[in-house]
């Protein structure tokens, strides 16, 4: 019998799980359908009872832990706690709903945490003790490993950069606040440059003829990849305040690297790159040199499970 | 024979020492001129022949370890680097030096980290695990603390929180860039946003009648006392400024507490107050009641040479 552990992420949409071995190999992946279950008693048992079957139908594992990455998870308390985006709602007790079906020990945290766990035992951080992992996407996650330990911090929250202010008073929040990080450096944040630079700028583009609520970041980075003169300018201030956040970062825990994941780093060198020349610019001079920008080593394709997979891993080597 | 360590807080005018056991009572202080000993190793010699004086005052007292708090140390190296208030060009050797001479283990950080230690051995924090002090002085230097381990970071450098840039292009500081922390929330802060306050508010105040150059922190804080417009003013803004790096520092790493240190908590609820209110204000609602803002624990008399001794006796439990 081979040890796995099963590494489950939960999104808003789709709850993705799958085996996945102390290399890093997944042996299997399914997915339930979040909406399927308003109760979250309904979700535990259906998530044992998929469990069982992908086991059966892998014969020669054994499942020897749980690690779930789950929007505003509390690693300290196991909970989700206020998931706008859930039908959960209120604090719920999911790793301890969990392991009364499982019987085995459960992990949680949020999907950047869970991301930067990921980064740590499988992939480009391997040799690391100080790094962060931001998360780009709709929004901006992160999680932040300090002398080798993920930062949860007093609450268990810690960890959420996306909501640093960097601009005071600057563009609206959905956390209901203004300027924070996130705003900026996303693709979501991407988008609303690019609408600013509609009125800022007078060149044409073709990101004109679309109404403004069909702008996609994956349109602006194609558009900019054929020479857009818009689309450029949208991803070079992108990198500029993308770097800012980083340039904080460092200031603050000096890591020896951040890398960059999701949507938003499919524009590759084109955002990379003066990200780079942005940070070496204006980080504060004792610092300029000490951290590379680069790219997650972990393939997007399994990130999810790895990353929930890796958390489970490191709690039961301790 | 009782155990004792030396903590030694080096300055660009002082160096102050003592011998301190491990409830943290201050045996013996003393002091050298920073000037007088241009050559390092001139240094050495004249500190372990001071301290083998105030042992032989002093009996019944084994030296067992040196903590020292210096400007741009270097805690994984033992260096201070670069330093532009003292005599010592480059990078020096610290440790080494004065290891080669007293013989005992010698640990070496900047002052702000070992305010940081003082604060959990013999302050405010002793059960805390997360906590940040914030030193309030000419500049704003800060100690971070992670999972009970003050955060030194891949270079050894991490937590310059007054350098973190909290408004884009604003004040310029003393380290090349704009926006710093430090040129908002310190002493010299409060000194600039009056002189911004003389322009834009129209009140009489008697600051009105001192030249800017002879303007000190502690002039203002007496005048807002009195109940003086613009001091108060002034006051405000410094803790809405202060409370803005407090916030992003707890949207980091959600300490159990900040607690503020240094010339300018000598205005006392003054300022205490209004910062506590922005930061219930505009914290992310997610670390809203969180975070504890306390005047440091340590007194102000010994705490350089506490904390020096702090991170001593820390690295000597080990």
């Not at 796995?4 to 997915?31: H, K, P, Q, W």
């Not at 709903?97 to 990921?118: C, Q, S, W, Y």
């Not at 609408?195 to 060149?203: E, G, K, P, V, Y």
């Not at 970062?249 to 020349?277: I, N, Q, Y």
Request: charged share 20%.
């Amino acid at each position: 019998m081979k040890d796995v552990v099963a590494g489950i992420d939960i999104g808003g949409t789709n709850i993705i799980f799958g085996l996945v071995d102390n290399s890093g190999n997944v042996i299997a992946e399914n997915r339930l359908k979040t909406v399927d279950y308003p109760d979250i008693k309904d979700y535990t048992y259906a998530q044992d009872e998929a469990l069982n079957i992908m086991l059966r139908e892998n014969p020669g594992h054994r499942l020897i832990g749980l690690g779930v990455g789950a929007p505003n998870a509390n690693y300290h308390k196991g909970t989700i706690e206020l998931a706008p985006n859930l039908a959960w709602k209120g604090i719920v007790p999911l790793a301890e709903f969990l392991k009364e079906r499982v019987h085995v020990p459960v992990i949680v945290t949020n999907d950047a945490n869970a991301a930067a766990m990921g980064e740590m035992i499988f992939g480009g951080a391997k040799e690391m003790k100080d790094f962060i992992v931001l998360t780009l996407g709709t929004g901006l996650g992160s999680g932040i490993v300090i002398n080798g330990q993920v930062v949860y911090g007093h609450t268990g929250f810690a960890g959420e950069l996306g909501h640093t202010v960097i601009v005071p008073g600057g563009r609206e929040c959905g956390c209901g606040r203004r300027g924070c990080y996130e705003t900026y450096a996303s693709a979501s944040g991407l988008v609303r440059t690019v609408l600013n630079l509609f009125s800022d700028m007078r060149a044409d583009s073709v990101l004109r003829d679309l109404p403004p609520s069909e702008l996609t970041s994956k349109k602006i980075v194609e558009e900019a990849e054929k020479g857009d003169a818009i689309a450029l300018e949208a991803i070079n201030y992108t990198a500029e305040m993308l770097a800012l956040g980083i340039i904080n970062a460092v200031t603050f825990s000096s890591p020896e690297a951040v890398f960059l994941f999701g949507g938003l780093v499919k524009a590759g060198e084109l955002l990379l790159d003066p990200v780079r020349k942005y940070v070496d610019q204006n980080v504060m001079p004792i610092f300029r040199g000490t951290v590379k920008i680069l790219p997650s080593g972990v393939s997007e394709t399994n990130a999810a499970v790895l990353g929930a997979a890796a958390l489970a891993w490191n709690e039961l080597k301790k």
